[in-house]
């Protein structure tokens, strides 16, 4: 069985920074999301609908920089009309979706997307807090590599 991210089948980049034991590729994080997401790590106007929808639901941007730490690259994000954005991760010429799934059968439009930077999202502090906590439930499930100085 494959993960149900979009993109999964060409997301097999290894890790840049190999910081948490066990992941080594897209895949190992959306495995481990899986488990660790919670209403508290979903964007709050989103939380009412949490987990009905599905465990990835308002949980793109976190996960997306959280990618952008492990595996490099840049985030991007499609305009969904409401004035947001559905962000989404692009690594070399490979675009895949961690939070996909929570679109259903809706298919988004990944082309022609903008850049969507950490300093402009995390200006939002419940934000840059749900980041942190999903940050440390992943350490605390896959804890930091320790690397021996010889």
């Known amino acids: 069985m494959h993960p149900g991210?979009?993109?999964?089948?060409?997301?097999?980049?290894?890790?840049?920074?190999?910081?948490?034991?066990g992941i080594l590729t897209p895949c190992d994080l959306y495995a481990a999301l899986m488990t660790l997401y919670s209403a508290d790590t979903c964007a709050p106007r989103m939380r009412s609908e949490w987990p009905r929808k599905h465990?990835?639901?308002?949980?793109?941007?976190?996960?997306?920089?959280?990618?952008?730490?492990?595996?490099?690259?840049?985030?991007?994000?499609?305009?969904?009309?409401?004035?947001?954005?559905?962000?989404?991760n692009q690594i070399g010429k490979t675009v895949f979706d961690l939070t996909s799934e929570q679109f259903g059968s809706q298919v988004l439009d990944y082309a022609n997307c903008c850049e969507q930077l950490r300093d402009d999202h995390f200006r939002k502090a419940e934000k840059h807090a749900r980041y942190l906590l999903l940050r440390q439930?992943?350490?605390?499930?896959?804890?930091?590599v320790q690397h021996d100085c010889a």
């Open 5 to 21: 991210f979009w993109g999964w089948d060409k997301a097999v980049m290894p890790a840049v920074h190999e910081l948490f034991e």
């Open 137 to 144: 439930k992943l350490m605390d499930a896959h804890p930091l």
């Open 55 to 88: 465990p990835t639901y308002g949980q793109c941007s976190i996960t997306a920089f959280l990618v952008q730490d492990i595996f490099g690259g840049k985030v991007l994000g499609v305009p969904l009309g409401d004035g947001n954005f559905h962000c989404f």
